[in-house]
């Protein structure tokens, strides 16, 4: 039903009219049907480029490639003393109720072993910086150490999530 406003019989009948002759006009509009280019398969792009190639790391690249990586070596072994420490800490507090001695003995040793994670982390962050000044085509001997650093990176936060999640917090 259309509403009109009130108006004189005769501009009602003009105006539904007027309505009526834009529904038969001949204006065409647009096919909604699929173009002919619309039809055509999709294929990737095919490059003539390989990508960025590595390139060996120059001297003072692998010396600083080579320094991140002892670093996080060094950080591990300090790591995995602290890990040992922080599970006796841990095993000692449990069935100890919140902040007893036990239980501040167990904190206090997994702050340690998380601020023994502090150089391993450190190290790859450079790695990653050196990865990143590369262009995403890094030497070999970077791919390597940041791939070595990486995973004493995972190990380590999977160790200190095993052994913070056992101590229940207050």
């Keep these: 039903m259309i509403f009109l406003p009130k108006m004189a019989p005769a501009a009602a009948i003009l105006a539904v009219a007027?309505?009526?002759?834009c529904a038969g006009s001949d204006i065409?509009?647009?096919?909604?049907?699929?173009?002919?280019?619309?039809?055509?398969?999709?294929?990737?792009p095919v490059s003539d480029s390989t990508g960025p190639v590595a390139v060996p790391a120059d001297a003072a690249t692998a010396a600083a490639i080579r320094a991140q990586l002892a670093a996080a070596e060094t950080a591990r072994g300090r790591f995995d003393g602290e890990l040992a420490d922080a599970r006796r800490a841990v095993a000692a507090a449990?069935?100890?109720?919140?902040?007893?001695?036990?239980?501040?003995?167990?904190q206090?040793?997994?702050?340690?072993?998380?601020q023994e994670r502090g150089p391993v982390t450190s190290a790859l962050a450079s790695l990653d910086e050196m990865v990143v000044a590369t262009g995403g085509a890094p030497s070999p001997e970077l791919a390597d150490a940041w791939s070595r650093v990486s995973a004493i990176d995972e190990a380590q936060r999977r160790a200190f999530g095993e052994v913070a999640g056992k101590l229940p917090n207050p």
């Design 18 to 21: 007027m309505l009526a002759g």
């Design 28 to 44: 065409s509009f647009p096919s909604l049907a699929p173009r002919a280019v619309e039809k055509l398969p999709i294929e990737d």
């Design 94 to 106: 449990a069935g100890q109720p919140a902040e007893s001695e036990a239980w501040i003995a167990a």
């Design 108 to 114: 206090q040793a997994i702050s340690r072993l998380d």
